[in-house]
Nanobody
């Protein structure tokens, strides 16, 4: 069971990135996929979540309107489209599997299969 986030990078404020989350070793569409981030010296926080089918998404207020989560169940891959990036978005971004209901009530430790994460740096 593995999820691997990739596709981060360094961009200037206002720029865009689209990390992806590749899954292996389990039935991808049996699980929601959550995106999380951790900045240096800060606790891990949620970014958003997409349901098993992709019909439902939810986002934290800090990224709402700028970030979009999608998934391609045929490719066992989820995506995090990040637009209008700000320096405060600088963090290591992780994806994990779980249940939409758990994410909705903030039970992030119910998610598993955390990968190594991908670094996103927003700086001028």
């Amino acid at each position: 069971v593995q999820l691997q986030a990739s596709g981060g990078g360094s961009v200037q404020p206002g720029g865009s990135l689209r990390p992806s989350c590749a899954a292996s070793g389990f039935t991808f569409d049996d699980y929601a996929i959550g995106w999380f981030r951790q900045a240096p010296g800060k606790e891990r926080e949620g970014v958003g979540c997409i349901s098993m089918s992709g019909d439902s998404t939810t986002y934290e207020d800090s990224v709402k309107g700028r970030f979009t989560i999608s998934r391609d169940n045929a490719r066992n891959t989820a995506y995090l489209q990040m637009n209008s990036l700000k320096p405060d978005d600088t963090a290591v971004y992780y994806c994990a599997r779980g249940y939409f209901s758990d994410y909705s009530v903030g039970v992030y430790n119910a998610f598993d299969a955390w990968g190594q994460g991908t670094q996103v740096t927003v700086s001028s």
